[in-house]
């Protein structure tokens, strides 16, 4: 079965996220302390991409975390699509 849901650092969670476009905007507006959300997709394992308001990701694969300063928000939302359509095999290639 596979899961996925988006929640922010203040405590909103949605379950079932399939378009983080409105977050990645979005967290521009929060303060540095708020400024953080993370989309989660669970298949046998959980694959997190956390993305802060200084474009730093933290990620999470198949148990290994890594960290990863993102150039611009177009890169974050490639890399959000790319977790959301299960594709963990390219996002581990990007990020060599």
Not at 18 to 23: L, M, V
Not at 50 to 77: C, P, W, Y
């Amino acid at each position: 079965m596979i899961e996925n849901y988006i929640q922010y650092v203040s405590g909103y969670q949605k379950d079932n996220i399939d378009e983080i476009a409105k977050a990645i905007a979005d967290i521009q507006l929060m303060d540095d302390e708020h400024g953080a959300f993370w989309v989660s997709v669970i298949t046998d394992d959980e694959n997190v991409i956390e993305m802060n308001k200084d474009l730093t990701l933290s990620l999470i694969f198949e148990g290994q975390r890594t960290k990863h300063g993102a150039k611009d928000r177009k890169e974050v939302s490639e890399l959000y699509g790319l977790l959301l359509n299960e594709k963990f095999d390219k996002i581990a290639a990007r990020l060599k």
